[in-house]
């Protein structure tokens, strides 16, 4: 079992509608979390950090559900250029960053 | 200035043979990495450094050798090359072990024929 489980989509989203989309992770020592965006053939690069507390950056708001191991992300009023592979990520007291399969999402005009 | 940087971008080679990929961080972080990433696109982490001190070991085949001369610098040496090494190398650096964020090099496509 991967200790980070994500459903790999796609997640085909008209231009301007809301996607959310949650991962889990199985590691309960796990310290902080945190979205990734990966285009094709590129390097992933963090889209945000989740707080406990929720957070929200633009058009994109994370969540966190400690009991529950589960993390969500939400993108409003999609643009084409959020089209992109969205990984979840649970990093470890020993500075472990695992890595989900990721979520593809596919905007569409 | 790139601030993660490995080389070669691109690498194709013949089974068996031993090749070397380099990385290097300008911004000043302790922590580094080497993660795989495989044909389904899964990141799977290999190594992590701490100020030049291994500190991650992940199940990875001792034909893998990683190698950190100082904090700036992690590069990997993979020996006797099988076609299942063929994949994405990705370098990363954290500031912070346990919360820092990672960034990461733009990858070394390895491809074993």
């Known amino acids: 079992r991967k200790e980070v489980e994500q459903d790999p989509g796609p997640f085909n989203v008209p231009e301007g509608a809301t996607v959310a989309f949650n991962c889990t992770y199985s590691n309960s020592a796990s310290q902080s979390f945190f979205w990734y965006r990966q285009d094709c053939r590129k390097e992933p690069k963090l889209l945000m950090s989740?707080?406990?507390s929720g957070n929200e950056d633009g058009r994109f708001t994370a969540q966190l559900n400690r009991a529950s191991q589960y993390i969500s992300l939400l993108i409003r009023d999609s643009k084409l250029s959020d089209s992109a592979t969205y990984l979840c990520?649970?990093?470890?007291?020993?500075?472990?960053?695992?890595f989900g399969a990721g979520t593809q999402v596919v905007v569409t005009p | 200035d790139t601030a993660v940087s490995q080389t070669p971008k691109y690498l194709v080679t013949q089974m068996g043979n031993d090749k070397s990929i380099k990385c290097e961080q300008n911004l000043g972080h302790d922590t580094m990495y080497w993660y795989k990433q495989d044909s389904k696109k899964f990141l799977k982490i290999m190594f992590s450094?701490?100020?030049?001190?291994?500190?991650i070991n992940e199940t990875v085949p001792n034909r893998f050798s990683p190698k950190s001369p100082d904090k700036a610098h992690l590069n990997l040496h993979i020996n006797s090359l099988e076609l299942g090494d063929s994949a994405v190398y990705f370098c990363?650096?954290?500031?912070?072990?346990?919360?820092?964020?990672?960034?990461f090099g733009e990858g070394s496509r390895l491809t074993v024929l």
């Open positions: 989740v707080y406990s």
């Open positions: 990363a650096s954290s500031p912070q072990r346990e919360t820092g964020e990672l960034f």
């Open positions: 990520v649970a990093c470890d007291s020993w500075g472990k960053f695992q």
């Open positions: 450094y701490n100020n030049k001190e291994l500190i």
